[in-house]
């Protein structure tokens, strides 16, 4: 143990006005000791990657164990059964390769990078797998990195006997370009502006998420636009919850629970996003009712 004595005239020093100056360089040197790995990272990703915008990258193992321990405590389901269904995305070889393909491909390559990491996405996939839903509504398609492994997820409840289908919106006509056979047999992009889509779809929502324009108030409106569409066991993902509090606010004001996961990434100077949840808790109970439907 080391003798708290040999820093008594520090801490001393510290409490006098001279002490406030000279601890500054002390206090910089040690944050840029804590940054100094990212800056490492930045400078290494400006000329190996490719990409500009939505950035793909993996998480760490103790991120992913605590996603799967978010999702085990907002759906009821076993922690092992949670861990299962993100090493089943993570070891998707043919989705992996149909999304590699895809990249390598398009007009779009030289701002993607030829790799498939999901991120947090992989937590989407476990929701899908868990709820067994009819129908998956995602605002804001981008490339369709999330749209492919959602029709993914509902392409193995199929082979269980569980049909469901997905729905996009964006405004881009060009959006959803990695959604491709046989996983967009499954799924179909909705041109236009997410809110007016929204207005004017006609089914009942089992999972909704929100990933389109980020800004507070738009969100907002997303999720007010399509409260009176939502099944009783439906569940709620917000891809801006690390920007906005318009998920939790809904929540609050739809009578919802909400949890919140941060991304911790690896390997990437982006320190990640996260996912926004809210849902339901069966009265009587504080886990949902997960029987798949007929």
Not at 73 to 83: M, N
Not at 93 to 109: C, E, G, W
């Amino acid at each position: 143990m080391r003798d708290s004595r040999l820093k008594r005239p520090l801490n001393r020093l510290k409490l006098t006005p001279i002490g406030v100056a000279a601890n500054i360089p002390i206090r910089v040197f040690r944050a840029l000791g804590e940054s100094g790995p990212r800056l490492g990272k930045i400078l290494a990703w400006g000329f190996q990657s490719r990409e500009d915008t939505n950035f793909t990258y993996n998480l760490t193992d103790d991120n992913l164990f605590y996603l799967a321990h978010t999702i085990a405590v907002v759906t009821g389901a076993d922690i092992q059964t949670v861990r299962t269904y993100i090493r089943e995305a993570e070891s998707d070889d043919t989705l992996k390769q149909t999304v590699i393909t895809a990249l390598q491909n398009s007009r779009f390559r030289f701002v993607s990078d030829a790799r498939c990491e999901f991120g947090r996405r992989l937590g989407w996939y476990a929701f899908v797998r868990i709820l067994k839903p009819q129908i998956v509504v995602e605002t804001g398609v981008d490339k369709g990195l999330g749209a492919i492994l959602l029709c993914a997820a509902l392409m193995k409840n199929r082979s269980e006997g569980v049909d469901g289908r997905y729905y996009g919106t964006d405004i881009n006509p060009e959006a959803g370009w990695l959604l491709r056979r046989p996983y967009s047999e499954l799924g179909e992009i909705l041109v236009g502006d997410s809110i007016q889509s929204l207005l004017k779809f006609p089914g009942r929502i089992d999972l909704f998420i929100n990933d389109s324009e980020h800004s507070a108030e738009y969100e907002y409106r997303e999720y007010q636009t399509v409260a009176p569409k939502l099944t009783e066991r439906a569940v709620v993902l917000g891809d801006n919850a690390h920007v906005t509090a318009m998920l939790a606010k809904f929540a609050s004001e739809s009578g919802m629970k909400f949890l919140y996961f941060q991304e911790m990434s690896r390997d990437h100077w982006y320190p990640g996003a996260g996912i926004g949840i809210a849902f339901k808790v069966a009265s009587g109970d504080s886990r949902m009712h997960l029987e798949a439907r007929p």
